[in-house]
T-cell receptor
Framework: NAGVTQTPKFRVLKTGQSMTLLCAQD?????MYWYRQDPGMGLRLIHY???????AKGEVPDGYNVSRLKKQNFLLGLESAAPSQTSVYFC???????????????FGPGTRLTVL | AQSVTQPDIHITVSEGASLELRCNYS??????LFWYVQSPGQGLQLLLK??????LVQGIKGFEAEFKRSQSSFNLRKPSVHWSDAAEYFC???????????FGTGTRLTIIP
């Protein structure tokens, strides 16, 4: 199993450009998440999904959109990139057990995005 | 709303010395608690988790953590650190039945010879 993979690993954008980050997991997990990590701020949840075709806003959703058309993929889009979106982006997934317990989240290796 | 505080931004420890990283949480009921480790340039890896039962939990790489309800704490410990333990450590909390975790701001661990 590859676990959680993210594409691309690095990207440099100019202000106003758009891009899509791809997250894929091969563990058949129901839940998927997008975080951003900034120095001194830990991980902040951008958007998440509790299943195919569903998405929900997290703590810092502004400027981002997401889609979960297939269970194994979760896409994060930036329609018009801004320098404030320079960050490291992590995708994660987790499994919902039959008892309703949310297990730990499994993380991808991250995408380092710079917006000039 | 739940919250997590990691009061130590940066800790330096000598190789072979013991380690304790602090984590305090705020939540009304019994939370689900996690410790993750992030090596430079890498994603987060789960060290250990607490859901219920024995309040002392063992994790990977020789780490353990103790849940203390009275102190709202979930501190991470290791008896003897190795140079490879140098990384950033994150504590996270999530309530039962909620799919979202709240992460602390992290503690960066430096190991000196």
């Amino acid at each position: 199993n590859a676990g959680v993979t993210q594409t691309p690993k690095f990207r440099v954008l100019k202000t106003g450009q758009s891009m899509t980050l791809l997250c894929a997991q091969d563990m058949n997990h129901e839940y998927m998440y997008w975080y951003r990590q900034d120095p001194g701020m830990g991980l902040r949840l951008i958007h998440y999904s509790v299943g195919e075709g569903t998405t929900a806003k997290g703590e810092v959703p502004d400027g981002y959109n997401v889609s979960r058309l297939k269970k194994q993929n979760f896409l994060l889009g930036l329609e018009s990139a801004a320098p404030s979106q320079t960050s490291v982006y992590f995708c994660a997934s987790s499994l919902l057990t039959r008892a309703g317990v949310i297990n730990e989240q499994f993380f991808g290796p991250g995408t380092r995005l710079t917006v000039l | 709303a739940q919250s997590v505080t990691q009061p130590d931004i940066h800790i330096t420890v000598s190789e072979g010395a013991s380690l304790e990283l602090r984590c305090n949480y705020s939540y009304g009921a019994t939370p689900y608690l996690f410790w993750y480790v992030q090596s430079p340039g890498q994603g987060l890896q789960l060290l250990l988790k607490y859901f219920s039962g024995d309040t002392l939990v063992q994790g990977i790489k020789g780490f353990e953590a103790e849940f203390k309800r009275s102190q709202s704490s979930f501190n991470l410990r290791k008896p003897s650190v190795h140079w490879s333990d140098a990384a950033e450590y994150f504590c996270a909390v999530g309530p039962f039945g909620n799919e979202k975790l709240t992460f602390g701001t992290g503690t960066r661990l430096t190991i000196i010879p």
